[in-house]
């Protein structure tokens, strides 16, 4: 069964304006975290935000926040004020398991491009 | 202070050679995962290695494909005998020792495409 679901291969967003991109996750463990990733067309991994699972309030780190509905299963990525450097490719990850075993599973990912 | 190092950044092999991807972890960090990302999809987890141990290879192939991490060294993954479906894109991440509570402690090297011809 898959771990994390993107929904959305592709999306178009207007220059300023806000995107959403979807996760779902399916896990059975109590303690977990998830992360959004961008890859740019150069293919580095960049670390954008983490949710861990005990975590009460959501996540921000500037333009990106991230929406956790835990009992929903969802951690969407919430980009606000597009920018043109913002057109990518988005991946959601999740970390489960014992506490000394950091391996993450991937959705398949959401490709955002920005419209000036 | 240096991020995560992969070498090669491209490598083109011949079907039936060998393909041999090097990642050095960041300073301080004795953990290494090895990811796979195929063209058009997410990154899939092959192995995690401490220091001389393989911890977790529940993603490694059955053949062909191994990994270590030497006391002294970088990581390698080796690939024998490469077939087409090898070409892909593979990320090496590490993390600390003694990774903290928050958990995001996992950083990516560029990764390194491999293209079997």
């Known amino acids: 069964a898959q771990k994390i679901t993107q929904t959305q291969p592709g999306m178009f967003v207007q220059e300023k304006e806000a995107v959403t991109l979807d996760c779902t996750y399916d896990?059975?463990?109590?303690?977990?975290?998830l992360f959004w990733y961008k890859q740019p067309s150069s293919g580095e991994m960049i670390f954008l935000i983490y949710?861990?699972?005990?975590?009460?309030q959501n996540a921000t780190e500037g333009r990106y926040s991230l929406n956790f509905q835990k009992a929903r299963k969802s951690a969407n990525l919430v980009i606000s004020a597009s920018q043109l450097g913002d057109s990518a490719m988005y991946f959601c990850?999740?970390?489960?398991?014992?506490?000394?075993?950091?391996?993450?599973?991937f959705g398949a990912g959401t490709t955002v491009t920005v419209r000036a | 202070n240096a991020g995560v190092m992969q070498n090669p950044r491209h490598l083109v092999r011949r079907r039936g050679q060998e393909a041999r991807l090097r990642c050095s972890p960041m300073?301080?960090?004795?953990?290494v995962y090895w990811y796979r990302q195929l063209p058009e999809e997410g990154l899939k987890f092959m192995v995690y290695l401490q220091k001389e141990n393989i911890i977790d290879e529940s993603g490694m192939p059955k053949e062909r494909f191994s990994a270590e991490f030497p006391k002294e060294g970088p990581s390698i993954l080796r690939i024998q005998q490469v077939v087409r479906g090898d070409s892909a894109a593979y990320f090496c991440?590490?993390?600390?020792?003694?990774?903290?509570?928050?958990?995001?402690?996992?950083?990516f090297g560029p990764g390194t495409r491999l293209t079997v011809t």
């Open positions: 990850a999740m970390r489960e398991g014992p506490s000394n075993d950091y391996k993450l599973s």
């Open positions: 300073k301080g960090h004795s953990h």
């Open positions: 949710q861990g699972s005990y975590d009460e």
């Open positions: 991440a590490s993390s600390p020792l003694s990774p903290g509570p928050s958990s995001y402690e996992q950083y």
């Open positions: 896990t059975s463990d109590q303690s977990y975290g």
